[in-house]
């Protein structure tokens, strides 16, 4: 049996079925059954030829698939059999006899799924679907047959069903809901001034305009118009929700209404409404007996009532049409949020607003209005105290690279400066732009990055008060759930547990929210924040989840179902972690990816000020800021919104104190004089104790702290009184934890420096500064080596003993001797840039005149933090330390994200003489520097920049080097004594490495500037994946080699180019007769006359050494005229020729007539 021809065979009549809700469900089943992948998945769903999606699908089934199984009657699909399978006697939809299968060409553009959403004529659409020629044919003569054209009982009872069946089908009707709804209704009424709403008819109104259809006769219907010719509010029609107790109201147009009511075998209520305007019979479902058309109707006017609703379908008025809630793709009003909506009831004197009342969603159950009133109460609260204090940071799109070229693990990528790309209006602003890229029926996952105390749980927040308050329409609702509290052992739980019981506050909800709620997943946004607690995070891609919503398993099972997309499929799913371990890996694949920055200079200024501005203390922010601004190194750190409450706390004590005031110089002073008299108010070992927790739950990457953990009642309620605990946002009572995760990192460092458990030789460890390959450090505690190191070498009277006592400081003496000999054993010359950094902050955190001394003087002349990001501490503490070495440095400082303020503080340091960094930053600085008028630093910023050697990898990178050199022309046009840049005018060796696509394009751009590098030496156009430039590309090269006076070495491998390129090439190679040392042609298309061209340009090439032409297409012909040119230039040392294309015997004599031919 030929499988496959049976297969294809009933592939195309699911095609010519023209049901996209029917391919869809088949590839989505190919895709659940995991015979697709979902990359090609989605490409089958956009395959615009259908002859070349059903082959494509046929080959799948044969190759992946049981062929037995699909023959055995569309169990995938739910599809009749085949044309040639069934019975003579077998109708089609539309009631007649089956007919041939259409042929589908192909789509311009677009798919057969998107068919329903194109451009193309509505009536040609729904002819797709329905046989009859709505647009030309007359009205077909109504008769009682069952098998009629108009209305077929079988057709629409199967619709129903489908539509009732599951919800995919009925999303996949959603689309066609909307085409009903335009082809149904008149958009053109003969006469306009009139607009007859049906209850609207007077009895003798209703006479006049009804007739029976013998009277009417057979009217030739009119063209329809395009939709943008439709009205404005016509356009947006949409049907209003019908009940037994209020009247729908329908827009019918000017003419006869026929009313039919002999049809008994048709479901009972089915009109036909036929007028002007009307493309062919309209069909309404009318749920009642059908009045006779003799019948006068009732003075209260004519009713027309609505299809039977169902509990999860209210009041849909077309057989197409799911409810309100269940459509996709509703106008924008639909997608509105529903506070205060309430339904559209119309009366005789409401008529005229009948078309903005029925825009409007039907009103939900009156518990599920309770249930959202009760969640945005919740939401609604603004923070207290500091904690309410708004100063907007930066949010950053971030993406995720692999670390080394080795290694499959993946770390935030760190954008240069210039190239970040903000995200404006906060997360809020995020969520409302992601609603337009979101994928139909597809969980969007959302994460934001952000280390500790940046901010990320406030900004969660944030959010989730911006829907309280309406500005995310799109979302009915928001849950916010803390990651802490899904550490729950047990499997028992559901997801409305996970939605009603562990968020900020347990709400109450029944049934039937929770089953409003599933219905539309799209309209729910589900916040895990601080997932960075939530314990083995990486195995939610991993595990297994229930396989429905109501079935009870863990909190690890739900989280699976939900980033596996089997649970609450189409929701929004936000996380805010931090981006450590294995998490950032399954992080890979999230739909966004945003970073917290943290506070500008600026912003933390501004951040003091409405710190004091909140606690009424105005008369404190110019002194507040003075005490900040003469401390650069904690104004630095103020980019972090923890240490910035921390300093305006310290402040606010020292200022009540009055007196001569000042901050301390390290963040181990800092959070000293704010313990200290914590310290001395609470009962003896108190903060000891306290500290031993912190480091143990810290070993266990915790926060969260149980009452049973604390020794006593006494220090757990001095914990709480000082502020040092408090209870976290959605825990149990008995549930704390520490106020900032650096608070904890501070205490665990105390514990460290006075525990004699942790023996001496095992301290140097936990400084992570040479990790041990044998159960290395993680080092989660990032914070933990500055405040260990500073506890112990800062004298003991203004640290330990403050916090302590005197007795219990001795005990670090003998500590400080251990770090004092494995710190001074240190080579920071053979650390690595992160490794180094730290280093340097715990130099300066032990403000220790020997380590201090010992660290500067063993760095190395050229620093290079190629790919290590530099925060402004980094920046500061590193400027700081070049100055304390009195010796010149170069340094490399691209791939940083320096900020312009720190990158500007280092180029001034008369210490350094050279720098690196990235061309858009430079010009930046630049730029603003020139503003500013600061020109003896821009001179040095200029004179110390330097790109040498400079390799494009991208064509950005192309673009800045542009601008580099517009610079310098523009430079050297407005002022008179200015010489070329050192950038440019010390380039020696540049590469081009862009690849086959990006490189035709942005080599042109390359050659325009090429010229302004007038001591090129080395251009080097080969890469890896072959840049191919072509002949155009050496075309346009070949021009500049007049101006390319210094260039030595040009290699032109792998770049296509053929015997018209290497012409091109011959005919300009002699302007570098005198310079080029090396030529590489490696790898190309060159054929004889290619070959012959060279051969007779090289004796012209005096300087010429080494010319390579090696792997093309010319024949023992073209190396006979290359060998034979070569006996004339004794200055040539090398000719690599060896190329398939020759045979080896002409090659091996070649070799032997001049040993100066290599054949390898």
Known sequence: MNHFQAILSQVRTLLSSHRPSLVQALLDSLLTEELLSREYHCTLLHEPDSETLARKISLTLLEKGDPDLVLQGWAWSGLQPPAAEKGPGHRDHGGSTQCATMELGPLE????????????????????????????????????????????????????????????????????AELDQYVFQDSQLEDPNKDIFIEHIGPDEVSESMETPAEVGLKKSQKRPFPEELPADLKHWKPVPSSSSSLSCLNLPEGPVQFIPTLSTLPQGFWQISGAGTGGSSIFIYHSEVPQASQPPSPSGLTVHGLPTSPDRPGSTSPFAPSATDLPSMPEPALTSRANVTEHKTSPTQCQAAGEGSNKLPK???????????????????????????????????????????????????????????????????????????????????????????????????????????????????????????????????????????????????????????KRPDRVLLILDAFEKLEAQDSFLHSTCGPAPSEPCSLRGLLAGLFQRKLLRGCTLLLTTRPRGRLTQSLSKADALFELSGFSMEQAQAYVMRYFECSGKTEQQARALALLRDRPFLLSHGHSPTLCQAVCQLSEALLELGGDAELPSTLTGLYVGLLGPAARDGPPGALAELAKLAWELGRRHQSTLREDHFPSAGVRTWALAKGLVQHPPGATASELAFCSFLLQCFLAATWLALSGEIKDKELPQYLALTPRKKRPYDNWLEGVPRFLVGLIFQPPTRCLGALVGPSAAALADRKQKVLAKYLKRLQPGTLRARQLLELLHCAHEAEEAGIWRHVVQELPARLSFLGTRLTPPDAHVLGKALEAAGRDFSLDLRSTGIDPSGLGSLVGLSCVTHFRAALSDTVALWESLRQRGETKLLQAAEEKFTIEPFKAKSLKDVEDLGKLVQTQRTRSSSEDTAGELPAVRDLKKLEFALGPISGPRAFPKLVRIL??????????????????????????????????????????????????????????????????????????????????????????????????????????????????????????????????????????????????????
């Not at 995200?423 to 979101?438: D, Y």
């Open 1011 to 1160: 010229m302004a590098f007038s001591s090129l030496q080395h251009l080097d156009l080969d890469a890896l994946s072959e840049n191919k430039i072509g002949d155009e590309g050496v075309s346009q090269l070949s021009a500049t080699f007049p101006q390319l006076k210094s260039l030595e070495t040009l290699n032109l491998s792998q770049n296509s180019i053929t015997d018209v390129g290497a012409c091109k090439l011959a005919e300009a190679l002699p302007s570098l007769a005198a310079s080029l040392l090396r030529l590489s042609l490696y790898n190309n298309c060159i054929c004889d006359v290619g070959a012959e061209s060279l051969a007779r340009v090289l004796p012209d090439m005096v300087s010429l050494r080494v010319m390579d032409v090696q792997y093309n297409k010319f024949t023992a012909a073209g190396a006979q005229q290359l060998a034979a040119s070569l006996r004339k230039c004794p200055h040539v040392e090398t000719l690599a020729m060896w190329t398939p294309t020759i045979p080896f015997g002409v090659q091996e004599h070649l070799q032997q007539q001049d040993s100066r031919i290599s054949l390898r």
């Open 109 to 176: 553009g677009s798919s057969y799924l998107e068919l329903l959403n194109s451009n193309a004529d509505p009536l040609h659409l729904y002819q797709l679907h329905d046989p009859m020629d709505l647009a030309g044919e007359e009205e077909t003569e109504l008769h009682s047959e069952t098998d009629m054209d108009t209305i077929n009982c079988d057709q629409f009872s199967r619709l129903w069903r489908d539509m009732e069946g599951d919800e995919e089908t009925r999303e996949a009707y959603a689309s066609i």
């Open 364 to 518: 939900w159950p009156e518990s599920v209005e309770q249930f959202y009133r009760l969640l945005q109460d919740t939401y609604q609260t603004e923070p207290a105290g500091p904690d309410g204090i708004l100063v907007e940071a930066d949010l950053v799109r971030a993406k995720l690279v692999r670390s080394s070229s080795k290694s499959l693990e993946r770390e935030l990528a760190t954008p240069d400066w210039a190239e970040r790309q903000l995200a404006h209006g906060g997360l809020a602003g995020v969520l409302l732009a992601a609603r337009e890229r979101r994928r139909p029926r597809e969980t969007q996952v959302i994460a934001v990055l952000g280390k500790a105390g940046q901010g990320k749980s406030y900004w969660a927040g944030a959010v989730s008060r911006a829907w309280a308050c309406g500005r995310l329409p799109q979302y009915d609702f928001v849950f916010s759930v803390p990651c802490h509290c899904l550490n729950r052992p047990g499997d028992a739980y559901r997801l409305q547990d996970l939605l009603f019981s562990l968020g900020p506050r347990p709400l109450v909800a029944d049934d039937e929210v929770f089953s409003h709620i599933l």
